[in-house]
């Protein structure tokens, strides 16, 4: 399952400048409770075995790794799934393989415009235990 979460887009700032001015910082924290709240009510839908994907546009470490903190320490029964492990898929191209595999920390990428080129993205992939 797919969880692309609301988030403050800030991932894209670089090509929406004026964005930034606009966030606040109590938007910051009504997000992250958002999303935790949406994560929680997608990995009850989600089958032994099956993977949960929570993926943001944001580079606010309070979307990302704060809101993959949580949702860890609330699911036990949902264990990280390395995202080289996903790259095995054949839907990737070897290109594609190789660029990811380069941002991947464990089950978690991160891709940002001073490292990839890209707008900035998170992701954290799951598999619950089954």
Sequence with gaps: MLVDAPCSGSGTWRRRPEDAWRLKADEVERLHKLQLA?????????????????VTCSMLTGENEKTADA?????????????????GNPAFSD??????????????????????????????????AG
């Design 38 to 54: 949406i994560l929680g009510r997608a990995a009850a839908l989600v089958k032994p075995g099956g993977r949960l994907v929570y």
């Design 71 to 87: 949702f860890e320490a609330a699911h036990q029964d949902f264990r990280p799934v390395a995202v080289g492990d996903a790259l």
């Design 95 to 128: 290109a594609a393989r190789e660029h990811l595999a380069r941002f991947a920390k464990g089950h978690r990428l991160r891709l940002s415009p001073a490292t990839s080129g890209t707008d900035g993205f998170f992701a954290a992939l799951y598999e619950r």
